[in-house]
């Protein structure tokens, strides 16, 4: 359903899922080759023009608010309540309103829970994104390059995205977890000098924390390999050092 779970995620603890783009073809503004949900085949910047083919937010609310009534009526307690689902949330038109609605039922139903948005990061340059976000207790916010030649390599973004643009919106929204994936393979970005530039994009963004991570399920692209665990954590060494913010390794 558009509300999934409760699942156990290693970062965020029991956390229930909202899949804000509804079903069928995953609609994202990336095409990333490490995603385990396979490639987007339509990637676009803007969904405004299509929400005759979105779950409008009622619906998104009326589901998410079924499954609170039920899991406080079974005592089933949550972490969180995640935005992610099937491609980059923050391209629903109506965010803004969903989450102001789910932030008024998760304060009825599991106030110790937390709201959290997974997102590319993709659109953090508008501003009404990022008055919506602002309603977000967890902003978990994609950086997987400092570089924009190595980023479209990995993320392979619409056509329309731009770099810099994404970094100054990342630098203006107020407590963001940056999250980081690193890959080996027919793309890198662990050679010494992604890592240098990458470490630079984070401190400018100067986030609450990074999270540094590794494929862990089938990714799109087959040719891609997960990174040794020491590696993982000799990135992290080096970008506290240059960033002088937490980074953990998941």
């Known amino acids: 359903g558009l509300v999934y779970g409760p699942l156990d995620s290693r970062r965020r603890g029991r956390a229930l899922g909202g899949n804000l783009l509804g079903f069928g073809e995953k609609r994202g503004s990336f095409n990333c080759r490490y995603c385990q949900c396979g490639w987007t085949r339509h990637r ?14 009622e619906r ?19 972490d969180v309540i995640t935005f992610s689902g099937n491609g980059e949330p923050t391209l629903h038109p109506q965010l803004g309103e969903i989450v102001k609605a789910a932030a008024a039922l998760r304060d009825r139903y599991t106030p110790d829970a937390k709201l959290a948005i997974l997102s590319n990061s993709s659109t953090v340059h508008r501003p009404e994104v990022r008055a919506a976000l602002e309603g977000v207790d967890l902003k978990l916010m994609k950086l997987d390059a400092g570089s924009e030649t190595l980023m479209r390599r990995i993320n392979l973004p619409a056509r329309g995205f731009d770099f810099t643009s994404m970094l100054r919106g990342l630098a203006l929204l107020e407590n963001v977890i940056l999250q980081s994936m690193f890959v080996w393979g027919r793309v890198a970005n662990t050679d010494p000098f992604a890592i240098r530039d990458w470490a630079e994009r984070v401190a400018e963004i100067r986030p609450l924390g990074v999270q540094v991570y590794t494929i862990d399920r089938i990714p799109a692209d087959p040719d891609l390999r ?13 970008a506290r050092r240059i960033a002088d913010v937490p980074i953990d390794v998941y």
């Open 226 to 238: 997960p990174v040794p665990w020491a590696v993982l954590v000799s990135i992290a060494g080096y």
């Open 44 to 57: 676009t910047l803007q969904l405004r023009d299509r929400m005759s083919d979105l779950p409008p937010a």
């Open 60 to 78: 998104v609310v009326g589901e998410l608010e079924r499954r609170l009534q039920q899991l406080s009526r079974d005592t089933i307690p949550l």
